[in-house]
């Protein structure tokens, strides 16, 4: 995550993967993408997700 960070400052989104239940579990830092490493057994797939905005009235 660190590297991500580093690469695109600007990256305002979040990076998240699909457990094995089936779940979008968002990667917070370096611990949360060791452990989706392990977890998948090496065969991680991340994808970008957009944060949820707080709501707006209209």
Same mark, same amino acid.
């Given at each position: 995550? *660190?590297? #991500? ?20 579990? #968002?990667? *917070?830092?370096?611990? +949360?993408? *060791? ?14 997700? #957009?944060?949820?905005?707080? +709501?707006?009235?209209?």
């Amino acid at each position: 995550m *660190r590297k #991500v960070k580093e690469s695109c400052p600007d990256f305002g989104d979040l990076i998240a993967y699909n457990d094995l239940c089936g779940r979008q579990i #968002v990667l *917070r830092g370096d611990n +949360d993408l *060791r452990t989706a490493i392990h977890e998948t057994k090496g065969k991680l797939k991340i994808y970008t997700t #957009v944060a949820d905005l707080p +709501d707006s009235k209209m």
